[in-house]
């Protein structure tokens, strides 16, 4: 296939997905009952950073690089019924108010029926996106993946989204990139931690409860439910102000804990519906690469 057939075959895949997403999604007002599902969106091409200045300039703001920084700048901002900031073990309060201060080791499990999968979106749209690339092959990462937050500043200088940028140490390729926020979900008791991957012309967004464990560890859950509640969405833009939303059957957990040595790690579940497709397992350490840490790398098992 030539290099000119293959950019139209890959714009009919990715016109025929979001055509998808319209169909089996509902038309939603981002500007009035789904503002809660406003979130930063990429123009055509390649992902990557590709979005952070026009969602800087949809709120006025602006991109401050290399100030470090954390996910949630400060997790009292979730406090409400069954959950308080301060209850938490203090290693796992730093790692999201100062992320760019800690590097991690991961390793991934995939459930053989859902690997194919896996595979089949790595390379139809991950690779080529530089966007949800997660590696499935344990060569991909064998060189280490370097992360970088990015703070997306409201023009009061607050931070309203911490982009999260993940790469590939060997080739500079993007696996992730993500904007973090605190957002409160309608009818919602309390706020919980809202993750957006930019797409083009849309997005994936998850909305994640979080919970404080007698031990400290935070807990943060997609559960099943209804639309408007916590879980994963497919959001498309189509002419104007037009948008569609699906909440799609992908639940996610994470447990992030101190272990018995001291180590900060985290477990996280993928569901599909009721099966699990994917377990990983993170292990983070205080010290940026080159400063007497350890390199940011993904480990594959299977």
Excluded: C
């Excluded at 990557?48 to 006025?60: F, M, N």
């Excluded at 060569?139 to 500043?153: K, Q, T």
């Excluded at 590939?168 to 919602?188: E, I, K, T, W």
Aim: hydrophobic share 40%; charged share 25%; aromatic share 10%.
């Amino acid at each position: 296939m030539t290099s000119a057939a293959g950019d139209t075959a890959y714009r009919v895949l990715d016109a025929g997905t979001r055509a998808f997403w319209r169909t089996v999604g509902r038309r939603v007002d981002l500007d009035g009952e789904h503002a809660w599902l406003r979130a930063p969106a990429a123009d055509t091409g390649t992902i990557g950073e590709s979005w952070l200045d026009a969602a800087a300039a949809s709120i006025d703001g602006s991109v401050d690089r290399g100030t470090g920084g954390g996910l949630v700048p400060d997790l009292g901002a979730l406090d409400g019924p069954s959950f308080a900031a301060d209850s938490l073990d203090p290693a796992v309060r730093h790692f999201y108010e100062h992320t760019d201060e800690w590097t991690m080791d991961a390793w991934s499990s995939w459930s053989p029926v859902f690997q194919p999968g896996g595979l089949l979106v790595e390379h139809l749209f991950g690779r080529r996106l530089q966007q949800l690339a997660l590696p499935v092959q344990p060569l991909d990462v064998s060189h280490g993946i370097d992360s970088e937050i990015v703070a997306i500043r409201g023009a009061d200088d607050v931070q309203v989204w911490a982009a999260w940028l993940r790469r590939l140490r060997r080739s500079g390729q993007f696996l992730f990139s993500g904007a973090y926020a605190v957002r409160a979900l309608p009818g919602a008791d309390r706020p919980g931690i809202h993750v957006t991957f930019p797409l083009e012309g849309g997005n994936v967004q998850v909305f994640l409860r979080p919970w404080v464990r007698d031990d400290g560890a935070l807990v943060l859950t997609s559960t099943r439910g209804p639309f408007g509640g916590h879980g994963a969405y497919v959001l498309v833009h189509g002419r104007g102000d037009d948008a569609w939303a699906a909440k799609v059957p992908i639940h996610e957990e994470f447990i992030v804990f101190v272990d018995d040595r001291g180590d900060l790690r985290t477990d996280h579940e993928l569901r599909f519906g009721p099966a699990r497709a994917l377990r990983l397992h993170y292990r983070m350490r205080r010290g940026k690469v080159g400063q007497d840490g350890p390199s940011t790398s993904i480990l594959t098992s299977r």
